[in-house]
T-cell receptor
């Protein structure tokens, strides 16, 4: 119920191509779906996020597509660049009684963008 | 700078020892979360504190403990360290609108 399944585990894309990472969840109590980008030796950084009342959100080259009925969401990176090479984590958040949120992470996707 | 401060950045210690990792959340955030990241385990949730009180526990070993102080900074205490405890330890703070903001982590190496 608490899992977030992420695929693929690794991805190689040519420069200028589209990178697509998919995630799926089970628990309908999740109410916020962020994506994090992590470079080696650094902490995960929030990239883009969506709430389940929206089917798509775009910020620059990054787009989240959200399918509430299928309980799936995906990250699309358009015009992928070598600087996008990093590990990407999807996540799903739910509120905790008494305050705070609990974030459940996917297992991560290592993206490599080749020249 | 994410606004979440973790110290120290690196820590090397011997097996059996005890260490303390420190985290200061982003200004105004009441929640602190601790995560462990190792190569084979991904991001594992350890524990969550909200305004000084423990709210949730994840895969935290009994040898590990944490607390959040009145000024909202938090400490993660790791004792009887084993080689397998070598990992990156991240803390994060959160607010209702923007979710989690992670610190830059503490890299712990147990030798």
């Amino acid at each position: 119920q608490q899992q977030v399944k992420q695929s693929p585990q690794s991805l190689i894309v040519q420069k200028g191509g589209i990178s697509i990472i998919n995630c799926a969840y089970e628990n309908t109590a999740f109410d916020y779906f962020p994506w994090y980008q992590q470079f080696p030796g650094k902490g995960p950084a929030l990239l883009i996020a969506i709430r389940p009342d929206v089917s798509e959100k775009k910020e620059g080259r990054f787009t989240i597509s959200f399918n509430k009925s299928a309980k799936q969401f995906s990250l699309h990176i358009m015009d992928s660049q070598p600087g996008d090479s990093a590990t990407y984590f999807c996540a799903a958040s739910m509120r905790i009684t008494g305050g705070g949120n609990k974030l459940t992470f996917g297992t991560g996707t290592q993206l490599k963008v080749e020249l | 700078d994410s606004g979440v401060t973790q110290t120290p950045k690196h820590l090397i210690t011997a097996t059996g020892q005890r260490v303390t990792l420190r985290c200061s959340p982003r200004s105004g955030d009441l929640s602190v979360y601790w995560y462990q990241q190792s190569l084979d385990q991904g991001l594992q949730f350890l524990i969550h504190y909200y305004n000084g009180e423990e709210r949730a526990k994840g895969n935290i070993l009994e040898r590990f403990s944490a607390q959040q102080f009145p000024d909202l900074h938090s400490e993660l205490n790791l004792s009887s360290l084993e080689l397998g405890d070598s990992a990156l330890y991240f803390c994060a703070s959160s607010d209702p609108l923007y979710g989690y903001t992670f610190g830059s982590g503490t890299r712990l190496t147990v030798v």
